[in-house]
Each structure stands twice: as C-alpha cells, then as structure tokens.
C-alpha cells in the first residue's frame, strides 16, 4: 500500500525531484501489531535531515496517521517513509516555495533465515569505497548509489558487506552500521564524513552504556576486524546480527551482541518467537 500526500495512489510525477536529483530523504521503520515502537525516533532523524537540505518539516500528525492507516492488520511490515522536495522543471534550482511531498509506504517484513539471529551471518568486505560528504553524512539522503553497486559484489552466501572510505577505514554496512569487541571494548566507526548514523547504533551505543560495556566511537579498518572477539550489525529492521565470518576469516559469536539482542528483544520484537 502506497500513500501520496495522504492519499492512496500507485504513481509519481515524473517531476519528481525525488526521481531526477535524489533531492530528498527516507527512513524505514519497523511496524509490530499494527505500530512503529520507534515513530519519534524516526521522526527526529527525518526532521534533522529536511534541516540539513532545506525541506519543511513534514505534518507530523498526518505522517503518523499515515503510518498506522499503512500498517494496520499487520503482525510484522517494514513501513517506508520518502520526503522528496516535490515537482519542479528542469535545472538544479527548486521551484519556491518548495511543496515537498510525503510518501508512506508498507512493505512486507523480510524472511531473513533465525540463523542468522542464532548462528551470524557471512560478511564481505566490498571493493567500492564511500565518497566523503561532511554535508550529507549522517543522513538518510535519497542518493544511494554507492549502496547499490556495493550490494551487487556481495558474493553468494554473504548476508552483508562492509563499505570502507577513500583512507581503507571501515565506515558500516551497505544497509548497516558495524560493531566489533576489541580488547574488551565495543567499537563502532565515526560518520562524520560519510556513512547513516542508523538508529539501532544510536540505541546499540546508549544502551551498551547504561549496561557498563565499555563503548568508543573511532576508526577501524578491515585487519582489525579479523583480531575481533565479535562483529555484530545494526539496524532498524535486523536488530542485531552477529558475524560468524569475514573474509575467509572466521569470528566468534560472543556474549556482547546476545545480551543487547535480548534487550532490544523486550520492546521490539524483530524475531519470532
């Protein structure tokens, strides 16, 4: 089911700046029993970024009841939002004022194998590297290209891929953000200069600690990922996956991710069962 500025449609203006420039944003949120446990995160995050491009914020009430009309009679939905800057003709320049418009979307939940939950998953480390954006960093912009032609060097039986920067330093995941144990200490690499600052790290780093984990945000790069007692990777819609193997290197399961998996699990069933 797609809804366009609140009303169910099936299409878009070709106009779109959405469609000819990437000018927008998106999130994607996880639905549990008909509603999105996370609806304010995501709705700071999105406000963040029509900050960082100049957008209006959208009509937070109208968003929300969009959501639930989307997710409604659902157990488990991926619910997607895009805010693009509306139509305008050709050339750089946005039309004034800017009219943006609101897209909310549902989808149906992935059927990732409980392995990979309980087991981990194989992780590729990708041959393409992040360009360097400081203005853009952070956000969940509509250019996603580098995603795309990362995902498709994943080899078979690889769940995820690892994206590094220009300098070889591991940035996150193609659709993830990355945490390794190292010298007992969970580390996530910075994104100041590219890479999503994903909700579940936020939530990953806040609650390791309240949990007195030791936690540190600073660069890491692929060699130091195959000296690592875990690897886990995050997001809105996986929780946290554990990393059975890098490379041709294989890592240990460990206790850190199954203590904050069981934590999340308490309010936010991404699992069955």
């Not at 203006?13 to 990437?22: F, I, N």
């Not at 399961?253 to 904050?260: I, Y």
């Amino acid at each position: 089911m797609m809804l366009v500025n609140g009303q169910p449609a099936e299409t878009l203006p070709l106009d779109d700046r959405g469609l000819a420039y990437g000018d927008g944003l998106f999130e994607t949120l996880a639905a549990f029993d008909g509603a999105c446990p996370w609806f304010e995160r995501h709705l700071a995050r999105l406000r963040m970024g029509c900050d960082v491009l100049g957008l209006p914020h959208p009509d937070a009430e109208a968003l929300r009841e969009e959501t639930r009309r989307v997710a409604a009679g659902r157990k488990r939905a991926v619910i997607k939002w895009i805010v693009t800057a509306g139509s305008g003709g050709r050339g750089y320049a946005r039309p004034q004022p800017v009219q943006p418009r609101r897209i909310v979307q549902a989808h149906p939940w992935p059927a990732h194998p409980r392995a990979y939950w309980d087991e981990g998953i194989a992780l590729h480390v990708c041959r393409l590297r992040l360009s360097a954006q400081p203005a853009l960093a952070g956000i969940k912009h509509l250019n996603r290209l580098e995603q795309v032609l990362a995902r498709q060097e994943l080899p078979e039986g690889c769940a995820e891929g690892v994206l590094c920067n220009a300098a070889g330093e591991v940035v996150e995941g193609i659709a993830s953000n990355l945490f390794a144990v190292l010298d007992d200490t969970l580390i996530t690499p910075p994104v100041g200069d590219c890479g999503v600052n994903g909700l579940m790290r936020r939530w990953v780093l806040e609650t390791a600690v309240e949990a007195g984990i030791d936690t540190a945000i600073e660069p890491l790069r692929p060699d130091d990922l195959e000296r690592a007692r875990e690897i886990f990777m995050t997001n809105a819609l996986i929780g946290l996956w554990p990393v059975r193997r890098i490379g041709e290197t294989d890592v240990s399961t460990g206790p850190v991710q199954k203590r904050l998996l069981a934590r999340l699990l308490e309010t936010y069933p991404v699992i069955d069962g």
